[in-house]
């Protein structure tokens, strides 16, 4: 079992930046895994955001994301950041970490994650 916490949320004012950070506990099978970000905003469906690969570091971004959001794993492959620049209202949501064990390619699709976070919420002001 896999056991995922976000750290990081807050609240900013638009423009600003914020990281937020998800540690992993618990074992993953043999084989690459997956970390990454989904979120959901006030009165919308849960979306994908970013996801990282412990497979060469493969990243998938949602479309518009990339330009503003980085996803990064750290070398221990049990940490993801979630960099995130140039806040706006309309990223106001609860964060959420997912994991994804045998994951060679990250995907984008909310069922491939079996393993979610609690969630840590970003408010952004403007």
């Known amino acids: 079992q896999v056991q995922l916490v976000e750290s990081g949320g807050g609240s900013v004012q638009a423009g600003g930046s914020l990281t937020l950070s998800c540690t992993a506990s618990?074992?993953?099978?043999?084989?690459?895994?997956?970390l990454g970000w989904f979120r959901q905003r006030p009165g919308k469906e849960r979306e994908a955001v970013a996801i990282?690969?412990?497979?060469?570091?493969?990243?998938k971004y949602a479309t518009g994301m990339k330009a503003r959001f980085t996803v990064s794993l750290d070398n221990t492959e049990t940490i993801s950041w979630l960099q995130m620049n140039s806040l706006n209202p309309e990223d106001t949501a609860m964060y959420y970490c997912?994991?994804?064990?045998?994951?060679?390619?990250?995907?984008?699709?909310?069922?491939?994650?079996?393993?979610w976070g609690q969630g840590t919420q970003v408010t952004v002001s403007s």
């Open positions: 997912v994991a994804k064990e045998s994951c060679y390619n990250p995907r984008l699709d909310r069922g491939d994650y079996n393993f």
């Open positions: 618990g074992n993953f099978n043999n084989g690459a895994h997956c």
């Open positions: 990282i690969s412990s497979w060469a570091a493969m990243r």
